[in-house]
C-alpha cells in the first residue's frame, strides 16, 4: 500500500482527536525499521 497517501489522508482529516488515533495507528503499523528511524528522530 501506499503509505505515504495513508499518512496526508489522515493529517487532513478535520477531527484532531481522529487524525491523532489514525496517525497513531499508522506509525505503528509501519515495518519495523522505519519505526525505530522514526522514534530515534523524534
Known sequence: TDKYAD???ANR??????R??????????LPEHHYETLKFLS
Do not use: M
Request: proline share 5%; charged share 45%; net charge negative.
Open 7 to 9: 499518512f496526508i489522508d
Open 20 to 29: 491523532l488515533k489514525t496517525l497513531k495507528r499508522l506509525i505503528h503499523d
Open 13 to 18: 482529516k478535520e477531527d484532531p482527536v481522529e
